[in-house]
């Protein structure tokens, strides 16, 4: 299909999605449960067929693995969809009511963004994700992942057709796309019809939609992600917390990639550098670092900027909380980065200084994730300051209007512009 | 001055900017006003002298209205300076705070976007609103104003930086430059600067910072506005929110410039065209329109599409309500559109169908306006859907960061992932 036409289709639908009723909405993503469930074996079908065609044509390890779609992450998907459908609705939420001296009420209601794009690597649990919070939050989606993972999100695709069908959502809804890389660069010009891009993979394909694309682009290149252990750290949550930072997930971006030290804790770095050579992870180290513990190889100022995404981590001790703060504000990436002290006034400091969409106080960088925070996944991360920062949910896919209601209000004779009279924020309700 | 210079200069001191305290920026503002006042004859001789320019270089009319800073203006924007020092300070606002069962704290904090770039023509005003609209939400302000602007623009920039220096904060927190169109290029691609760029004037400006921007750009090329007038709306009321619309200030952006009637009111047509006509207004019509009123000229398709910034209004009879909304998504600018009606059923639906950033029920669309809203004035007005839509104000100007505090948790050995226990949304509060 050319790509004008899977773009118009989706404007097409996105009026008729912005209106449907949550219940409909829910209905597809638990239809969508049932059929993964169901069709679990032509998945697992599917998907071997895309590894084995991986393998054969000499793809990376690495991308091999965020390739296979197994049992277990299959239920997670079933889950991660259940709990979609349970989160409350965006569309038609209200905020910043207030009420005008002249008695005009003015407030925010949360409204779909339209259509959103999603251009991808592998991991086939995108093409779930993404169309669940894409058809929750009234968006019509655009889901083009990598030709690696052609055959599952294929059937994937088809899934989501039949579910949002069953529902009575127009099937357009959840569009899932192949074509050239000239077909992925034309949906990327076509911002009168497309509202907002979301790409995930390696930064080379990030820098090359943002770099073409004319639509909005919310995205993060890299998790240069930190552990600043400060002065006085209680030593055994510090190595808890670097440990699980660095090997729960080593290759997700939000692994922990250098840990900083207060210069004052340097004397334990032997035990922290013995708890993560046990894990198998390979360390290199400053100067000071490396005086300070044994079997410690030497970091690069490169090594300060590099996402390892693997069993290594840089060591770097620092003065204190405000030269912690200076790495991580020059060499990081404004991604995820946690401080371990007893001290309340400098994880303050911390907190105020680092200039990263998640910051940590005493609590792992695994915690950057939408779906510990409540969110059941995310459909990214951004690291990009306009509109969303940070894990991406169903509210970070919406828009708002100014619903503005007057009983004949007019400025000129009979009016004056009117103060906000209730400065109170009041929370965001349903409307 | 070169432009990356400006733009680093910028960028330096914003991290300065994002800690200053409230009661420092609020100090800059007052003195600011302080400075409009002492200082106003030399700000009416600089305007004079731009004025003079560009009458003598063959400047449009329209142009050398909007250029025009009076004693009037002035005082404008003294209240303006004062309404936002008076203003309460997004910056460390937090909201959405939830409590995790596993015992972790999350809260969002508004932070300041960091450096914002206004490019803008002629009205001098935009030079005191967006510097104290950046300063107060703590973004360093790079602001290039037209250079028929000149003269006016270079004194209120001195006038700015000894405001922000007799306050302890950084003189290039407002930088007013000038430079040829390749410098304005040259800002436009240092999206590592600069993290967002608002521009203000005719829509070929704005489209040509839109297409050579690498910065996330917010905008809006023009307010094709609609007054909807419905079934059973009282005339009177119809016929003041219409005139009101069109005639207290028809060069503004949300000024009306169609006029959609109910064909059942297609009756009330000769006494609202009377109304609009007594205002100096010429009335170009569909052919029921001119089958119903005597006196208008024909309206072609181009005219549903025509901001006409003038006393110039298009009017045209729709079946009812459905089809109102449809012409509105169809010809409009998703700027700002209203119906007048009785019923609370069909405003709903305008309400729910119009996709436009303001849409207000029985309230004349001069109320699309930052300062009748509440917020002071208004930066901008955006009719994009990242981000910020309709008056963009303090929060506007402003991103957030997401904070979690723990008690050493680590994902792995000894928590759960966790689920949010506290759905309830909170207001947003001073943190």
Redesign the interface.
């Known amino acids: 299909v050319e790509p004008r036409a899977i773009a118009k289709a989706a404007q097409d639908c996105s009026?008729r999605l912005a209106?449907a009723e949550t219940e409909r909405k829910n209905r597809a993503l638990l239809d969508m449960a049932e059929r993964l469930r169901d069709g679990r074996k032509a998945i697992l079908e599917a998907n071997a067929c895309d590894l084995a065609e991986a393998e054969s044509s000499g793809v990376p390890a690495g991308l091999v693995a965020r390739l296979r779609f197994d049992g277990k992450k299959i239920d997670a998907r079933i889950r991660c969809l259940q709990k979609i459908a349970s989160l409350?609705d965006p569309v038609g939420r209200s905020f910043r009511r207030?009420q005008?001296s002249n008695g005009?009420n003015?407030v925010r209601?949360r409204?779909p963004?339209?259509v959103i794009l999603m251009i991808y690597e592998a991991r086939p649990h995108v093409t779930v994700n993404a169309g669940a919070f894409c058809l929750k939050s009234g968006n019509a989606a655009i889901l083009r992942g990598g030709s690696e993972a052609r055959h599952c999100n294929r059937l994937l695709g088809e899934l989501w057709g039949a579910s949002v069908h069953s529902a009575g959502l127009p099937t357009d809804a959840i569009q899932v796309v192949g074509g050239s890389h000239e077909d992925v660069n034309a949906l990327l010009a076509l911002d009168e019809l497309i509202?907002?891009v979301i790409p995930r993979g390696g930064k080379e394909l990030i820098q090359a939609v943002a770099e073409r694309s004319r639509i909005?682009v919310?995205k993060h290149y890299a998790g240069v992600c930190h552990v600043y252990v400060d002065r006085g750290a209680?030593i055994d949550?510090a190595i808890?917390?670097a440990?699980?930072s660095k090997?729960?997930m080593p290759e997700v971006c939000n692994a922990m990639e250098t840990l900083l030290v207060s210069k004052d804790m340097a004397g334990h770095l032997p035990a922290i550098c013995a708890a993560l050579k046990a894990c198998g992870v390979r360390i290199l180290g400053c100067e000071r670092g490396r005086a300070a513990a044994e079997g410690v190889a030497p970091a690069t100022e490169r090594d300060w900027e590099t996402e390892y995404l693997d069993n290594v981590v840089s060591i770097r001790v620092v003065d204190g909380v405000e030269a912690a703060c200076e790495h991580i504000n020059r060499y990081g990436s404004h991604h995820t980065d946690a401080i371990v002290t007893p001290d309340a006034t400098r994880a303050q400091r911390f907190?105020?200084?680092v200039?990263?969409?998640?910051?940590?106080?005493?609590?792992?960088t695994?915690?950057?994730?939408g779906?510990?925070?409540?969110m059941g996944a995310e459909i990214g991360i951004s690291t990009?300051?306009?509109?969303a920062?940070?894990?991406m949910g169903l509210e970070e896919l919406t828009?708002?209007?100014?619903?503005?209601?007057?009983?004949?209000?007019?400025?000129?004779?009979?009016f004056g512009?009117?103060?906000?009279t209730d400065?109170?924020?009041?929370?965001?309700?349903t409307a």
């Open positions: 009026r209106a409350p207030t005008l005009l003015v209601v409204v963004l339209g509202d907002l909005p919310i209680e949550r808890q917390i440990v699980d090997c729960l907190v105020d200084r200039d990263s969409a998640v910051v940590l106080v005493n609590a792992s695994m915690f950057c994730d779906e510990s925070l409540g990009d300051k306009l509109h920062r940070g894990p828009s708002y209007k100014l619903v503005i209601q007057g009983d004949g209000h007019v400025m000129g004779p009979r512009a009117g103060e906000a400065e109170r924020r009041e929370a965001e309700t």
